[in-house]
């Protein structure tokens, strides 16, 4: 959580009624054109990687895909991973990362991390996991992502607000309706959302 509330707000790489029109062009069988392919592989490259195997494999892509690409490129580009590789391509990764991975079920699709190479976000691809996983190699530590679209969002719920002091409040209520989430929000209890919004003003000034 403090990593999402540090980093300030940052605009979706592709609007949904974008790669919803893209999704359309390669659903009737027509190709992109090379400058149209090329601006898209420097904004979404997990895309351009799809629409490749579609037409290798001659299978039709699922437009959940194409939001799950730029759910997880929006996500690199707040979490400062700017290095993309195509697992398929380049069947490398790390061990400990690929052992993580493998806890949770998860087969690497699309691999987004830093120059460092201490941070991944891997955009997964399995049935039976999550889909996209962020290891931190630091402390061994895997978080799971589930990307939703806004309309399929019923079963999940909207974490509490934050209170007069910039401290996240959860009330009685909430603690007893959904009690898998209180141990998460303890561990933010010093978690300052006002502090974080100065910080984040500060950047936006020193960095227009």
């Known amino acids: 959580m403090q990593l999402f509330y540090a980093v300030a707000p940052t605009k979706i790489v592709l609007l949904k009624k974008e790669y919803d029109k893209l999704w359309k062009i390669i659903k009737e069988g027509n190709t992109l054109v090379a400058k149209d392919e090329k601006e898209l592989n420097h904004i979404c490259p997990a895309i351009v990687c799809e629409i490749h195997k579609s037409i290798a494999e001659t299978r039709l892509i699922q437009s959940a895909v194409f939001s799950e690409c730029v759910y997880a490129q929006t996500l690199a580009n707040i979490l400062r991973l ?57 402390d061994k530590a895997i978080y799971s992502i589930e990307f939703k679209e806004p309309s399929a969002r019923g079963p999940t719920l909207d974490l509490p607000k934050y209170g007069e002091d910039g401290r996240i409040f959860v009330s009685k209520r909430f603690r007893k309706n959904y009690p898998y989430y209180v141990d998460m929000l303890s561990e933010q209890e010093d978690l300052n959302f006002f502090d974080t919004m100065g910080i984040m003003s500060m950047n936006s000034v020193q960095n227009p």
């Open 82 to 138: 700017p290095v993309f590789t195509d697992y398929a391509k380049v069947n490398t990764i790390d061990e400990t990362v690929l052992t993580l991975l493998k806890s949770y079920c998860l087969v690497p699709r699309y691999i987004y991390t830093n120059e460092a190479k201490s941070e991944f976000l891997i955009q997964a691809g399995s049935c039976r996991g999550t889909d996209s996983a962020l290891i931190r190699l630091v």
